[in-house]
T-cell receptor
Framework: AKTTQPPSMDCAEGRAANLPCNHSTISGNEYVYWYRQIHSQGPQYIIHGLKNNETNEMASLIITEDRKSSTLILPHATLRDTAVYYC??????????????FGTGTLLAVQP | DARVTQTPRHKVTEMGQEVTMRCQPI?????VFWYRQTMMQGLELLAYFRNRAPLDDSGMPKDRFSAEMPDATLATLKIQPSEPRDSAVYFCASGFEGISYEQYFGPGTRLTVT
């Protein structure tokens, strides 16, 4: 399934950052994954979910009931959260391969 | 703190030379991925191994690229001969396959072919 994200967003330091993602063609057994890439580093896993909302030490993931969109929430953004955030729907081909296909992501700029 | 390691971190070479990039996956992981990142194309999957067996290399130019896993602790990506258009950052990632799983990325090898 293809995902659509805004190319860029700003957020004030200390405030919540809400990053949206549309995945209207998601299949029933596909998971939503979020990764981020800080400049010059490898991508970093943040969180994933299937249909229920998820929370870990980094972020929360809110998935709509119809699963056609989701929102990644960073509750208290810091300057170190400035990165490109990728929303990915995991493609699963009958057990033969499991791929993560990265799109262009959202560049989140946290402002002081 | 287990991490994926990649060597070298930077490589500058001349067109036509062979380039070998190495990756040490996290111990216990059974999948390894090679990605390439450029400004124009973003992150592209080149190859994917499970239990050291190549499962998918459809994203890799077959004529000059090859990927192998000689053992569970080493994955290699070779380019022979290299071309300027191969200039990119090459990332290795590893993971443990299951119903849902995450991939852990290394720091990347920045390749410049002149």
């Amino acid at each position: 399934a293809k995902t659509t994200q805004p190319p860029s967003m700003d957020c004030a330091e200390g405030r919540a950052a809400n990053l949206p993602c549309n995945h209207s063609t998601i299949s029933g057994n596909e998971y939503v994954y979020w990764y981020r890439q800080i400049h010059s580093q490898g991508p970093q896993y943040i969180i994933h979910g299937l249909k229920n909302n998820e929370t870990n030490e980094m972020a929360s993931l809110i998935i709509t009931e119809d699963r056609k969109s989701s929102t990644l929430i960073l509750p208290h953004a810091t300057l170190r959260d400035t990165a490109v955030y990728y929303c990915i729907v995991r493609v699963y081909y009958g057990g033969a391969t499991n791929k993560l296909i990265f799109g262009t992501g959202t560049l989140l700029a946290v402002q002081p | 703190d287990a991490r994926v390691t990649q060597t070298p971190r930077h490589k500058v070479t001349e067109m036509g030379q062979e380039v070998t990039m190495r990756c040490q996956p996290i111990l216990g992981h059974n999948t390894v991925f090679w990605y390439r990142q450029t400004m124009m194309q973003g992150l592209e999957l080149l190859a994917y191994f499970r239990n050291r067996a190549p499962l998918d290399d459809s994203g890799m130019p077959k004529d000059r690229f090859s990927a192998e896993m000689p053992d569970a602790t080493l994955a290699t990506l070779k380019i022979q001969p290299s071309e300027p258009r191969d200039s990119a950052v090459y990332f290795c990632a590893s993971g443990f396959e299951g119903i849902s799983y995450e991939q852990y990325f290394g720091p990347g090898t920045r390749l410049t072919v002149t």
